[in-house]
């Protein structure tokens, strides 16, 4: 079957599902693992990676036909970097205290293989419309686990989620601090996994 | 030739259209990344040296240390920025003194990377507190298992975070034996 055939909906939603850039490729695992032990921070990493991901995918597909075979690594990395550049400066100008908490992450999106795996895989061979579609589906697929990481590991490690108090308001209640710690991003994302792939065999294939 | 040319030419041209573009942004948000940084300066030294109405930046003994003056223009002391080794990383507090600095009169963590829920505990009021109209003639000493005392310097570690506390006390000490001349 020839790559495009594919219907425009499932071009979207393959990112969000099928082939989820977490749950499936297993790409960009270092914010992934790094920044999500609150659920605001998962959501601003995530959000903040899609917006790098849909517009460096856009450029690269509209000068796919301009920028010679030789130089494209080069030249995705120009593009990425500029806007990963943009992203941190917006992001200290209007939100400082999320800007914070994130730190060097932010500038790490450069090296996030969402990014550059898209550019390479599909933006670079694909038409306008299919390359935002794709880009906005792994996105929102990113985003989707990034901020659910965030929620499980915020309400067992603080007891709350979105800094709204949960467990926390029950008095014996004891953070469970592993969770907040790199330890807790592993157990959770590894349970995650495991807990999404059994479930996807038992119902699909 | 003609390849060479064309590689040098696109990737000229990204870069130039790239930097442009950062250029703009960068206009844009630098003077608002400034004030979110001199907002959180005065934060800090109004908190550790209440009473402060104005401040001006000055060098002691080769350290940038902010004087502040009352409101009636009278010098009340010192807030003094410094930063150290944590359990983790980099800890980086502000702490104001008296003029004769003899007393601390405040504590504040400007940044930390230290285990949430334990060594982060650093930054809570239950912390800082404690070095609030604070005797430091010899220096602060932590105490564990011992109770705490203002007129003798001594502070207690957080339980659990032994380190993390000893940091910041570490810190405290280096930067006042420095603007001391020590």
Redesign the interface.
Known sequence: MPRHALPLSEEFLKGVWKENPILVQVLGMCPTLAVT?SAINGMAMALATSFVLINSSLFVTL?KS???H??RM??YM??I??FV??AD??L???F?VIS?ALGPYVPLIVVNCIILGRAEAFASKQPVGRTLLDAMGNGLGFLMILTSLGAVREFF??GSVFGLGLLNQWPSFH?W?VM??PAGAFLTLGSGLGLINYLARKGGA | MKTVLRLVLVLTLTSLVAAAALAEVYTYAQPKIQRHKEAALKRAIFQVLPGTQTYADTVMHGKTVYACAGPDGARIGYAIPAEGNGYQGTISLMFGVTPDMRKVTGMSVLGHAETPGLGAKIEEASFTGKFADLNVLNGIELVKNAPPDKATGKVDAITGATISSRAAVRIINAALAQVGGN
């Open positions: 032990n000068l301009l920028i010679p030789q130089v080069g030249t120009i593009i970097a500029a550049t943009i400066l917006v200290a100008a209007e400082p914070k490690g603080f953070p601090v907040v710690g």
